[in-house]
């Protein structure tokens, strides 16, 4: 077996196929950044929601809550299923690409919302109190008080569902959207062995994933040092 | 006219009725101290005129003014004029002793950080804490901590100094510290609410007693009446309760 790869290796490498691979790959890492992102700064506003108390803000409250624990809920491969027939029945034409991106963004927000919600709560409520009783607005306690102590809880399961998102992205394939996966199987599909096409893809995922997980370990140990540095 | 003045306040925790309507004036330079068993809503009452309970029945009067506490413009006047110090301290973890200090004066309001700086180091050092400016709060002993969170509360240049506790979470011999520098504030004419079990200190340092129980004022006198003349059968029987231990 080991020879019969190193036979086709030299076919399947060709500059073709590698800028194949490649141009898959950024749509992975689009579709992981869509998520990782703009996932995150919408899980960022709708945990906020979940945790205000004013009356006013109720409904928008309500909704949020329905938004995380629905999209929470359901697989990814429905969503984007549902996603993409909402479209179509809708009769409004989206490359494949944005329905991938739009699905990503629906199950990301929704559960990096939990995650960044649970790390805020995680900070103590006498430093809410004091926040509130000096008249920092929401925001203000947020950003300087709250957030800053609450990075340390919500990194470590952030970067996990994030390692864990990007291989998620590849179910973007069952609709079309050629990624690192539908690459593979594009390329297998053509003759050559799945050995060769899935390892390659392999490859590539743990190029993307591992770099993130640094950049995990590296925010991880800054932020979590405005605590205390000397602790 | 009063500087402060309580009428009738109600409030509840869901369907827990905490503050039931309490009646109380309070004089510019006054010491209230406020004693009570757990739970007749001392602390409570504090947290009540800071706004950190939804407002009930009844009024709250500052400098003849009246307390609208769902107007959020009226509550930023209220907690700019109070200030509490809590029983927990509740100093910022994420920040050094200086920061905790400053952070409101220059963030909050908008002060230029020179002035308040320069303010907050003379805060800390007559709190006896120049030397810690750097220091995190997890680094410092409780009653350190307690008197940064003194330093913090006066930064704001509140009015009314409202302590709750502050000496129930200390180590015994930790309490002294902190209780010097009360005396500190009281001799400078501070007013302030003092919510305490340290009933010798009271008993020294208050213009007047306010004994709670039930959410309800029970009785409010001078010192000496109520410590040893209480008027009233539930006073006499914690006083009693008290002075035995």
Redesign the interface.
């Known amino acids: 077996m080991w020879d019969h790869l190193v036979a086709e290796a030299p076919r399947f490498f060709t500059y073709w196929n590698l800028r194949f691979f490649v141009l898959a790959g950024l749509t992975t890492v689009a579709l992981s950044f869509t998520g990782c992102i703009l996932g995150g700064i919408a899980g960022l506003a709708l945990g906020t929601v979940r945790l205000t108390r004013s009356k006013p803000l109720s409904p928008v409250r309500v909704i949020a809550i329905l938004y995380t624990e629905i999209f929470r809920r359901v697989p990814f491969l429905v969503t984007l299923m549902l996603v993409f027939f909402a479209f179509q029945l809708s009769g409004v034409e989206l490359p494949l690409f944005a329905i991938g991106a739009i699905s990503v963004f629906l199950i990301a927000s929704a559960f990096l919302a939990e995650i960044i919600r649970g790390g805020m709560l995680a900070v103590h409520r006498?430093?809410w109190?004091?926040?509130?009783?000096?008249?920092?607005t929401l925001i203000?306690a947020l950003r300087?008080?709250v957030l800053?102590?609450a990075w340390r809880i919500i990194l470590p399961p952030a970067f996990g569902f994030f390692v864990l998102f990007i291989k998620d992205t590849a179910l973007a394939s069952q609709i079309g959207v050629v990624e690192l996966t539908y690459a593979g199987k594009v390329l297998n599909n053509r003759g050559f062995s799945a050995t060769l096409s899935f390892g390659t893809i392999l490859v590539f995922y743990f190029i993307i994933s591992y770099p993130l997980t640094r950049l995990g370990a590296y925010l991880e140990a800054r932020l979590a040092s405005?605590?205390?540095p000397?602790? | 006219m009063h500087q402060l003045e309580i009428r009738g306040l109600k409030a509840a925790y869901g369907n827990l009725t905490v503050l039931d309507g309490i009646t109380l004036a309070v004089e510019r330079g006054e010491i209230i101290g406020l004693i009570g068993p757990s739970g007749s809503g001392k602390s409570t009452l504090l947290r009540a005129l800071v706004g950190l309970l939804p407002p009930g029945d009844g009024e709250v009067v500052l400098d003849g003014k009246p307390v609208f506490y769902r107007n959020s413009g009226q509550l930023r006047q209220v907690r700019d004029r109070l200030a509490i110090v809590f029983q927990q301290f509740n100093l910022f973890q994420n920040m050094t002793v200086l920061e905790n200090v400053t952070i409101t004066p220059v963030k909050i309001k908008g002060r230029p950080r020179a002035a308040v700086e320069a303010e907050a180091k003379d805060l800390l050092a007559k709190v006896g804490l120049a030397n810690k400016l750097a220091a995190y709060p997890d680094e410092l002993s409780g009653g350190q901590q307690q008197r940064v969170a003194i330093a913090r509360a006066l930064a704001l240049k509140p009015d009314i100094l409202l302590l709750d506790e502050v000496t129930a979470s200390l180590d015994p011999e930790l309490v002294s510290e902190v209780l010097d520098t009360i005396r500190l504030l009281a001799a400078d004419g501070m007013t302030m609410l003092i919510v305490s079990h340290e009933m010798g200190f009271i008993r020294e340092l208050s213009s007047r007693v306010v004994f709670m129980a039930g959410g309800k004022v029970v009785e409010i006198g001078a010192p000496k009446q109520i410590f040893d003349a209480p008027r009233e059968v539930r006073t006499r029987e914690f006083v009693s309760k008290i002075l035995r231990h």
Do not use: C, I, K, L
């Open positions: 006498n430093q109190d004091a926040a509130e009783t000096m008249n920092f203000q300087h008080v800053p102590q405005t605590r205390n000397r602790a």
